[in-house]
C-alpha cells in the first residue's frame, strides 16, 4: 500500500506535533499517523493484534488529565503496509517507529502504554530505548510467546467454554479460535477477531447491548507474525525484564483467556519496583469493562510526583 495524502500532516506542522487532530509523518516513505486527544502529561498508546485498528483503544476518560497519543501501527488503518506486507512487522520495526514518533513529540518523557501485542512492543521498547519514557504500562501482556503461552491460552478457552457450555454462541466464538490459524487476509482476519471477542469480556453475552458495538467496530489488517525472512518473531522477556529500570505498571483483568493474571503476575515478579493491579470484573478489555478504574489506575500512575518510582525501588 502506497502512502495517503493526508491533510493532517499540514496541520501538524502548523500547529505542532501536540495539537489536538490526526497527524502523520514519512520515515523512509512509510507513513505513520496517530491521533491527539486530551492535555495534560503525554501517554502515548500502542493497540493491540498485531494488525488491530486503533480506535478500540481510545480512552475519553482519561482525556481531561492526559494528552493521549494513539499510535496508528504501521500495516494498519492509514498509517503505510511495509514492502514485505505481512511480513516483517517485529518489535523492533514498531518500537522504531515509536522512536521516531516520540522524539518528534518535543517533549522530554512520555508515558507509554501498549495493550496485548501492544504490551510486548512497549516492554520491548523499554528494554531498548527507553531514553524518553518516564514510565511504561504493560496492559494484558506476557513475558514469552511461543508454546507456553499458546497452552495456557488454550486452558483459559476451556474454561470459558465450560463456563458458557449450552450458551447459543458459543459454538461461534470457538469456531473463531479454529480459525486463527488459518488467517491469510484482513476479511478472515476481522472475523476471527469478531469471531473471539466475546471470550474477551468477563461477561459480553450479560452486556451484550453494551459490548456488541465495539465488536461489530472491531476493524483489521492481516499481520503474518513472521519477519522479512519468514521466522516468527516470538518473545522470550523473562531474563531481560529483570534488568528493567523503567518505572512499570502492569495491568490485567481476573478474566482474560489470552494474557491472563499467570502473565501478568509473572511480569510484576520479574520487573523490579514494579505495579500490578487485577481488574477484577474484567477480561482482556479492562479499559471498556472498568473504565473509571482503569483511569483511575492510569492516571495516579502517570501523575504521581517525578522520581517516586525510582525511589520505591
Request: negative net charge.
Amino acid at each position: 500500500m502506497s502512502p495517503r495524502t493526508n491533510p493532517a500532516a499540514a496541520t501538524q506542522a502548523e500547529d505542532g506535533p501536540l495539537s489536538p487532530g490526526t497527524h502523520s509523518f514519512e520515515i523512509g516513505g512509510i507513513t505513520q499517523r496517530y491521533h491527539v486527544h486530551g492535555s495534560g502529561p503525554v501517554c502515548v498508546v500502542h493497540s493491540g493484534g498485531p494488525g488491530i485498528f486503533w480506535d478500540y483503544m481510545r480512552m475519553p476518560l482519561l482525556e481531561p488529565h492526559l494528552t493521549m497519543v494513539y499510535v496508528e501501527p504501521i500495516g494498519t488503518g492509514d498509517s503505510s503496509r511495509l514492502p514485505t506486507h505481512p511480513h516483517g512487522y517485529t518489535r523492533d520495526r514498531y518500537s522504531r517507529f515509536l522512536e521516531v514518533l516520540i522524539n518528534r513529540l518535543g517533549v522530554p518523557e512520555v508515558h507509554l502504554l501498549g495493550h496485548s501485542h501492544g504490551a510486548f512492543v512497549a516492554a520491548y521498547h523499554a528494554l531498548h530505548r527507553s531514553e524518553r519514557l518516564a514510565g511504561v504500562i504493560l496492559y494484558e501482556g506476557a513475558p514469552v510467546t511461543g508454546p507456553e503461552h499458546g497452552e495456557e491460552a488454550a486452558r483459559r478457552v476451556r474454561e470459558f467454554a465450560a463456563k458458557h457450555a449450552g450458551h447459543p454462541q458459543l459454538a461461534r466464538v470457538l469456531a473463531a479460535f479454529g480459525a486463527m490459524s488459518g488467517m491469510h487476509d484482513d476479511d478472515s482476519t476481522v472475523a476471527v477477531a469478531r469471531g473471539v471477542l466475546p471470550s474477551y469480556f468477563a461477561d459480553y453475552w450479560g452486556n451484550e447491548a453494551r459490548f456488541a458495538p465495539v465488536r461489530d467496530a472491531v476493524r483489521a489488517t492481516y499481520i503474518s507474525g513472521l519477519d522479512e525472512e519468514l521466522s516468527p518473531d516470538l518473545v522470550d522477556d523473562r531474563a531481560a525484564l529483570k534488568g528493567l529500570e523503567v518505572p512499570t505498571l502492569v495491568i490485567v483483568g481476573r478474566h482474560d483467556v489470552i494474557c491472563g493474571p499467570r502473565w501478568s503476575q509473572e511480569l510484576h515478579e520479574l520487573i523490579p519496583g514494579s505495579q500490578l493491579v487485577v481488574l477484577e470484573n474484567s477480561g482482556h478489555m479492562g479499559h471498556i469493562e472498568e473504565p473509571e478504574q482503569f483511569t483511575d489506575v492510569v492516571r495516579d500512575f502517570v501523575l504521581r510526583p517525578s522520581g517516586s518510582e525510582r525511589d520505591a525501588r
